[in-house]
């Protein structure tokens, strides 16, 4: 069964700092690309981070550019996302996502997501 569960959400002051982590299982994680993706209240889901089997990342949104870092640790089936000066616009459930191919099929895979609140 495929499961991946995210935890570190929470209220934090705005320039605070957060790290999310989403660990998976029934997987091969390490041949799946992991990703965080966000949606705030009313607004649409939107990608946060991508980062490849092999630890690659690409550039981040001008918005989150400089403040999140997104990891892997393939040892422990795990994504992170370090979050750093946060501001209230950050405010959103973040998910953890998976996309991986077996015999050319495309799989995916959602997290439940975490609660993050930056207000003071």
């Known amino acids: 069964q495929v499961q991946l569960v995210e935890s570190g959400g929470g209220l934090v002051q705005p320039g605070g700092s957060l790290r999310l982590s989403c660990t998976a299982s029934g997987f091969t994680f390490s041949s799946y690309a992991m990703s965080w993706y966000r949606q705030a209240p009313g607004k649409e889901r939107e990608l946060v981070a991508p980062?490849?089997?092999?630890?690659?990342?690409?550039t981040y949104a001008d918005s989150m550019k400089g403040r999140f870092t997104i990891s892997r640790d393939n040892a422990k089936n795990t994504v992170y996302l370090q979050m750093n000066n946060l501001k209230p616009e950050d405010t959103a459930v973040y998910y953890c996502?998976?996309?991986?191919?077996?015999?050319?099929?495309?799989?995916?895979?959602w997290g439940q997501g975490t609660q993050v609140t930056v207000s003071s």
């Open positions: 980062i490849t089997g092999a630890g690659d990342t690409t």
């Open positions: 996502y998976a996309r991986g191919y077996v015999l050319f099929k495309k799989y995916e895979y």
